[in-house]
């Protein structure tokens, strides 16, 4: 194939142009289209967009639920562009954060015949950018996006990539004496797929033929490192680390999944809506996410490169533990990690209990 990008590059160029405002071409089943972030688009692509033929916006079931349109194709609502659109329309239909002072955006006209296929791809794309789930759509021609000097994408061949868990390369390790264990290394694991690098840090020299003292945590920029009290993240963190140094022996995992998979700026988007009363589930779905974004199977990886098959995992989430049960790492224990309720936190804390199932 020579010095061509593949698929897997073609793909996360595909993520660093529509964060640009750069158009992707997608093509499968007999249609071809272009896409374009709603969040990232500039009033001259829309305009250029809007040339080529009617535009769709596609959005989440989520979104779609919350601006009260119907998404006919599980998940996925393709609603139609009025022609005098202009772009604040159509970042208001893709941000949620003016929908209770400006709540008058509909009725909107949504399709139900034809095929959803790249409208899911392109949300799936916007995404993995940690770009809000929404993107124009529009039918052009494959030459119109190869003359125009845009990525063009098959569906059928992307979608199965998009997923998979991307494989991990062990990139480096060293020694970094910590303040909770002196004998700490940190490995370095860089995902094929173009994505953020996720951190383990090894505490001792746990035996890897018995279950290992293992944290699985999500990047939390203003937990961990501002010390926020709107969660409990800094102390989970701190915690962890210190009965692992205390025991001399253990694994935290430091996953690129900010926000919980959202990113830190739709993480802060999702605030924005929790401070107009809205709870982090509620906000999530407002913003067209999941309650979870996180795709735990990463970490699984991560723990069986290192050689660890069985864990004595910290956490207060079931799914964590249901998760590395099928994906083959043996949940020997679980060890409650209960550390850091504030008064800023803990409806977020007992919302968590009661939607997301995690133990009190
Ligand atoms: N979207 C969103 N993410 C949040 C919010 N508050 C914290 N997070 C993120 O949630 C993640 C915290 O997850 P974890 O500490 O693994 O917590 P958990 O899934 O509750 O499970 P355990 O701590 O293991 O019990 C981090 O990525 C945070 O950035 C919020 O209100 N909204
Ligand atoms: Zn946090």
């Not at 004496?177 to 290394?185: F, G, I, T, V």
């Not at 409990?232 to 701190?238: A, E, H, K, R, S």
Request: hydrophobic share 45%; aromatic share 4%.
């Amino acid at each position: 194939m020579g010095l061509r990008p593949d698929l897997n590059e073609t793909l996360a160029r595909a993520r660093a142009d529509l964060r640009m405002g750069v158009p992707v071409g997608l093509t499968g089943g007999g249609q071809t289209v272009l896409v374009a972030s709603a969040e990232t688009l500039s009033e001259a692509r829309l305009y250029e967009l809007r040339a080529l033929g009617p535009l769709d916006l596609a959005l989440t079931g989520r979104r779609a639920a919350t601006l009260k349109a119907r998404a006919y194709n599980d998940g996925v609502a393709r609603v139609v562009v009025p022609e005098e659109a202009q772009l604040s329309w159509v970042q208001d239909l893709a941000d949620p954060a003016d929908d209770l002072a400006n709540p008058m955006k509909g009725p909107l006209q949504t399709r139900r015949g034809g095929s959803a296929v790249l409208h899911r791809l392109a949300l799936q794309l916007c995404k993995g950018a940690r770009l809000l789930p929404a993107a124009l759509v529009v039918g052009v021609s494959a030459d119109k996006v190869t003359t125009e000097g845009l990525l063009l994408i098959n569906a059928a061949e992307a979608a199965p990539l998009l997923d998979a868990l991307p494989e991990l390369d062990h990139v480096v390790s060293a020694r970094v004496p910590l303040r909770a264990a002196e004998n700490a290394r940190l490995h370095i694991y860089r995902p094929k797929d173009g994505s953020e690098e996720h951190y383990a840090i090894e505490i001792g020299r746990p035996d890897r033929a018995r279950p290992v003292l293992a944290r699985l945590h999500s990047a939390c920029f203003t937990g961990d490192l501002l010390g926020s009290l709107k969660c409990d993240c800094g102390p989970q963190l701190n915690a962890a680390l210190a009965q692992m140094g205390q025991e001399g022996a253990g694994v935290l995992l430091y996953l690129q999944q900010e926000g919980r998979g959202i990113g830190l700026a739709n993480k802060m988007r999702a605030y924005a809506l929790q401070d107009q009363g809205f709870d982090t589930v509620e906000a999530n779905h407002r913003l067209g996410f999941e309650d979870d974004e996180r795709d735990f199977r990463l970490g699984a990886q991560i723990l069986e490169q290192l050689g660890f098959s069985s864990v004595r995992l910290m956490t207060n989430n079931p799914a964590k533990m249901q998760m590395m049960e099928s994906c083959g790492i043996a949940v020997a224990d679980r060890v409650p990690l209960k550390v850091g309720e504030t008064p800023f936190n803990s409806r977020y804390l007992a919302v968590k209990a009661a939607k997301s199932g995690h133990l009190l």
